[in-house]
């Protein structure tokens, strides 16, 4: 069975950095991409970061583009994304995300609270 | 960035009736779109990808169509446990994008 654990949410000033990690399990790590979605509370889904299997491409999205970064350990089984000049419009539950060999997200962790707030 | 647009925002219906969503995109993704399930506290669950292929496990209610740039989602009827908030995602572009959701709700 595959699990997606995710941790290091918390609440940080706006301008402040945070490191996400998810640890997997339940399936071949290094052979799947793997991406960050969050969820600010009452909205929709948005798409923040993904890398690929071997960790040699990664994409962002416009918001996140020059302050998040996105990073994988395939020896350690583990996802991170270290978020840096945080903003209140950053707050939000992050997912990580398996994404399926067709691309989809096919598996999701329970998710980690950022929150951003003086 | 390819927009989706999914209506209606809201869909008013009782078990066992039929539900029908819809997802337009704002330029082509040919069949690169997928559907998920989300309930109050928990994360999103795929249904459908590439259009119109039920993800593992899925119900046979659960059925999807269309390509190009108009899409659909239908639960031919509704349980239950259907009642939910459901989203589309394109994967044929970057950045990914996902539809605003349409929340099904008991009539």
């Known amino acids: 069975e595959v699990q997606l654990v995710e941790s290091g949410g918390g609440v940080v000033q706006p301008g402040g950095s945070l490191r996400l990690s998810c640890s997997a399990s339940g399936f071949t790590f290094s052979n799947y991409a793997m991406h960050w979605v969050r969820q600010a509370t009452g909205k929709g889904l948005e798409y923040v970061s993904a890398i690929s299997s071997s960790g040699g491409s990664t994409f962002y999205a416009d918001s996140v583009k020059g302050r998040f970064t996105i990073s994988r350990d395939n020896s350690k089984n583990t996802l991170g994304l270290q978020m840096s000049s945080l903003r209140a419009e950053d707050t939000a539950m992050y997912y990580c995300v398996k994404a399926s060999s067709d691309y989809y997200y096919d598996s999701w962790g329970q998710g980690t609270l950022v929150t951003v707030s003086s | 960035e390819i927009v989706l647009t999914q209506s209606p925002a809201t869909l008013s219906l009782s078990p066992g009736e039929r539900a029908t969503l819809s997802c337009r995109a704002s330029?082509?993704?040919?069949?690169?779109l997928g559907w998920y399930q989300q309930k109050p506290g928990q994360a999103p669950r795929l249904l459908i990808y590439d259009a119109s292929n039920r993800a593992t496990g899925i119900p046979a209610r659960f059925s999807g169509s269309g390509s190009g740039t108009d899409f659909t989602l239908t639960i031919s009827s509704l349980e239950p446990e259907d009642f939910a908030v459901y989203y589309c995602?394109?994967?044929?572009?970057?950045?990914?994008?996902f539809g605003q959701g349409t929340k099904v709700e008991i009539k």
């Open positions: 995602q394109q994967r044929s572009n970057w950045p990914r994008t």
């Open positions: 330029q082509s993704v040919s069949n690169s």
